[in-house]
C-alpha cells in the first residue's frame, strides 16, 4: 500500500498523478517543475500577445522547481535533507548545466542527494527544468 500526496503549496500536475506517493519510507515525487502554484505561471518566461518568448530566465526556474520540490516534501512530513536521489531533465543541457551546477551547489553545500541529469528535448509545458525525486522520511 501506499499513500498519496497532493498539495495546493506547489504546481497542479499536468496530468492524473499525485504530487508524490508514501511507500513505507519512502517518498516517490512526481515530476515537478518550476510553475507558480498560485497562477500556473512560469518565473523568468514571459511571452508577447503574438505567443512569442520575450524573457527568458533559467536561474528563476531553477530556484522556483528547488521551492516546489520543498513544498511537496514539507507537506509529505519530509525534509530538503530528507532527498536522496534526483533526477534532472533539461531541455538546453548546452545552455543550461553549468547554471544549474551552480545554483544546485547553493542549495546542496553539505550532503547532497545521488543525481543524475538528462537533456531531453522538450517538457509538456514551456518550462526548461524538471526534477524528479525520491526522499527517505524520517
Partial sequence: MSDVVNTT????????????????N?????????????DDGIPGLKRSPAGNFTEFDFE???HSVFKNVRAVLEASGARWEDLVDVTV???????????YNRIWAQYFS????????????SLP??????????????
Fill in 110 to 121: 553539505e550532503n547532497p542527494p545521488c543525481r543524475t541529469t538528462v537533456g531531453i528535448d
Fill in 125 to 138: 509545458t514551456p518550462i526548461a527544468i524538471e526534477l524528479k525525486c525520491i526522499a527517505v522520511l524520517p
Fill in 9 to 24: 503549496t506547489a504546481p497542479k500536475p499536468v496530468g492524473l498523478y499525485p504530487h508524490a506517493r508514501r511507500v513505507g
Fill in 89 to 99: 531533465f533539461l531541455t538546453n543541457m548546452e545552455r543550461d548545466f553549468t547554471a
Fill in 26 to 38: 519512502l517518498l516517490f515525487l512526481s515530476g515537478i517543475g518550476p510553475r507558480n502554484p498560485e
Fill in 60 to 62: 528563476a526556474q531553477v
